[in-house]
């Protein structure tokens, strides 16, 4: 079962330290070396972003930032037998931001694609 | 769900993940695989005791090795003094030279990829049968369930249960070293790996049995077998070659089987629903193979089969002719009349029906294909193109017969009535 992992959070005035990139490449890498890890990639701040929105038959084009608090940093693909181990894996994500970027608070949103297994 | 069974679920999430590394990293210290997994269960059972009442731990996968660890240690250390009674008693004086040291656990993680590696080669050895290796294998590295490889083989709990039983007996009778094979046997033994992997793919890929068509969750784990044996052996170019055949074929699963689960014929398949991702991986592990030294073997040339219908936007825009000619350099790879049967299907594609025909009929006499639903099925689509309807229907006819595969059998039937009313005496010929 395939599940989409999208990682928002609010980042700290501090710029993410060094050792963070360090740690996602290897957790990163294990995943994928566990052959779980379909596809992944970072996202740039949503200024560099648009929304285009459909509302009452009138469609509009509004550059970002966009409002949210949180914005959207990463996702993620993984093909994985259970919501569980997407929870284990999001876990892993989450925790090692706690651990090396004090400040960082933010959450990773799981979503299971559809595919074949479920009408997809 | 409740507390105690999210806490449950979560355990066996952390086991599926945790579990092969641990049995590894046990496996290096006991020197036998059964015991390993005897070890790495005692954990497990620790933790389903212990999580539900005092939370799960912040890193459940390094205290489930921790707590494993220990085990080994406690296991080595009563071997040890088992061995020291034995010389106190003065009954074996040889037991001293072969007295086992303190285990040095601490280095247990650090060769987590070799003892994978070795786990791998140990479970897919050549002295198990091929479903032993595949049974065994599923339960060591894909970390699953007697039960859940009980379903995925169609098979019996017990018989499943049994198998695993006796795979591992004979390993430690036959006291297969921990080790990953010489170079002199490397292709060999690899070879054998990458068959129980493909076997588990094909299981779920074209069940051969059964009421369901493919069994997708199957093919998934033997994609992930297939993935984390490439990353720890990088430089093998079928490994990449079976990895690519098989994100390719998994590509077009969702485009396989129609509405009501009956399957759908490659040329009849929507491309439009076929796993862009999957195309883009699979085509990613054929160039990896492809840049490295050493020549294709069936799963890479497969793969390159593959990877043509992949590469095409329709059936018509299909380089039928590189396949008719990567058929010629599988044939010369693993010669075998079914690999000559899709030959006659691509050159029918490349040059017309007659030609693919002429290669069909040279199959008739083999023995091997007598009971092959995929024969008459293949004569039955190119009699078909040729307007010899009547004949066509008699091997669609014979292919439903044949058939194990309800849903297949259902299809057959289908062609066979396309092609007209025929003799209903000749029906069952």
Redesign the interface.
């Known amino acids: 079962?395939r599940y989409l992992m999208l990682l928002s959070g609010t980042s700290p005035e501090s710029p993410p330290p060094p050792a963070l990139f360090e740690a996602i490449m290897k957790l990163g890498g294990e995943a994928?070396?566990?052959?779980?890890l379909?596809?992944t990639a970072g996202l740039l701040p949503s200024a560099a972003g648009a929304r285009v929105t459909l509302a009452g038959g009138k469609v509009t084009v509004t550059d970002g930032p966009f409002t949210e608090s949180k914005e959207l940093v990463s996702y993620a693909?993984y093909?994985l037998?259970?919501k569980?181990?997407a929870?284990?894996?999001a876990a892993r994500f989450v925790?090692l931001h706690r651990d090396i970027w004090p400040g960082w608070e933010g959450q990773t949103d799981i979503l299971q694609v559809m595919?074949?297994?479920n009408g997809? | 769900m409740d507390s105690h069974e999210a806490t449950r679920s979560a355990i066996e999430a952390v086991w599926r993940i945790e579990s092969p590394r641990l049995i590894a990293g046990l496996a290096r210290i006991t020197g036998d695989v059964g015991v390993a997994e005897e070890l790495a269960q005692d954990a497990l059972v620790i933790a389903l005791e212990q999580w539900p009442v005092r939370g799960v731990p912040d890193g459940p996968g390094a205290w489930l090795m921790a707590t494993a660890k220990h085990r080994a240690i406690d296991l080595v250390r009563r071997r040890a003094r088992y061995d020291q009674k034995l010389r106190e008693i003065g009954r074996d004086m040889e037991a001293q030279a072969q007295a086992p040291g303190e285990p040095d656990v601490d280095k247990m993680d650090d060769h987590i990829g070799d003892d994978l590696l070795r786990l791998i080669f140990i479970a897919c050895h050549p002295i198990l049968s091929t479903e032993a290796r595949a049974a065994l294998t599923l339960r060591l590295i894909g970390g699953l369930t007697t039960h859940e490889i009980a379903r995925a083989f169609l098979a019996g709990e017990p018989a499943i249960a049994q198998r695993i039983v006796r795979a591992k007996r004979a390993l430690a009778e036959a006291k297969v070293p921990f080790e990953i094979p010489a170079p002199g046997e490397l292709a060999g033994r690899l070879g054998s790996v990458l068959e129980v992997i493909y076997l588990v793919f094909n299981e779920g890929y074209s069940a051969t049995s059964g009421e369901d068509w493919i069994r997708p969750e199957l093919c998934a784990e033997a994609l992930r077998l297939g993935r984390l044996l490439a990353g720890l052996m990088p430089r093998q170019v079928e490994v990449h070659g079976l990895v690519a055949l098989m994100e390719l074929q998994a590509s077009r699963i969702g485009a396989r089987t129609g509405p009501a689960g009956e399957p759908v014929l490659l040329t009849d398949q929507d491309r439009r629903r076929w796993d862009r991702l999957l195309i883009r991986r699979g085509l990613a592990a054929l160039a990896r193979a492809e840049r490295l030294d050493g020549a294709p073997g069936r799963y890479a040339v497969q793969a390159e089969i593959a990877a043509c219908h992949a590469r095409a936007a329709s059936v018509e825009d299909t380089d039928w002719e590189r396949i008719a000619a990567l058929y010629v350099v599988l044939a010369h790879l693993t010669p075998s009349p079914v690999v000559e049967l899709n030959r006659a299907v691509a050159v029918g594609m490349a040059f017309g029906p007659g030609k693919g025909l002429e290669i069909a009929d040279a199959l008739t006499g083999e023995a091997v294909l007598a009971g092959y639903a995929q024969l008459p099925a293949v004569r039955g689509d190119l009699l078909a193109r040729l307007g010899r309807l009547g004949e066509a229907r008699a091997e669609f006819t014979r292919a439903a017969a044949l058939t194990g595969n309800e849903r297949e059998r259902a299809l057959f039937r289908a062609r066979a009535a396309e092609c007209g009313p025929g003799d209903p005496d000749r029906a069952d010929r």
Not at chain 1, 32 to 36: C, L, N, T, W, Y
């Open positions: 079962m994928s070396e566990a052959g779980v379909l596809d693909l093909d037998r259970s569980e181990e929870i284990e894996w925790k595919g074949p297994a997809g």
